[in-house]
């Protein structure tokens, strides 16, 4: 009896920890953050905020960007174009989505925008309005200036 009363609170435990080790990989796994040049100026996203990218970075591959888009790939050197994304591992990425700019809604695809003419509904069923209200669910917002949403709905705050 004195064994099974031990036994218990320590495979609680056990399972307990597993549990919160398998979140925390998938929630590191779910992370979106990056660089990006964004109107001309290099961007770092973190935790779906966005700012300026005030300092050079190494990235985890040893790639360094730096502050004006400049990126050095061992004896490679290339130039970030807007739209351009590299995640914290120093991989290219494409984001498409929606951004308010100057107060108008554009949309992204293939690193190029155009004004968006119509509302959009997100892979994850998250709708766009033409006039940047977004609609969550039974959740309403409005997006400001610089925010984006990628196609598959998750939101991208600027922060000036």
Request: net charge positive; hydrophobic share 40%.
């Amino acid at each position: 009896m004195k064994n099974n009363s031990i036994a218990k609170p320590i495979i609680t435990a056990l399972i307990a920890s597993a549990s919160f080790c398998c979140f925390a990989v998938a929630a590191d796994n779910m992370s979106d953050d990056c660089i990006m040049m964004k109107d001309g100026k290099m961007m770092v996203m973190k935790d779906g905020k966005s700012m300026m990218m005030d300092k050079n970075m190494t990235m985890k591959n040893g790639t360094e960007v730096m502050t004006d888009g400049t990126v050095k790939m061992g004896d490679k050197k290339m130039m970030m174009k807007d739209g351009d994304m590299m995640d914290m591992d120093g991989k290219m990425k494409k984001h498409d989505g929606v951004v308010m700019k100057d107060g108008k809604m554009m949309v992204i695809k293939d690193g190029k925008s155009m004004m968006m003419d119509k509302d959009m509904t997100m892979s994850n069923g998250t709708q766009v309005m033409m006039d940047g209200s977004v609609k969550m669910g039974e959740k309403k917002m409005m997006m400001k200036d610089g925010d984006m949403m990628t196609m598959d709905g998750k939101m991208i705050h600027h922060k000036k």
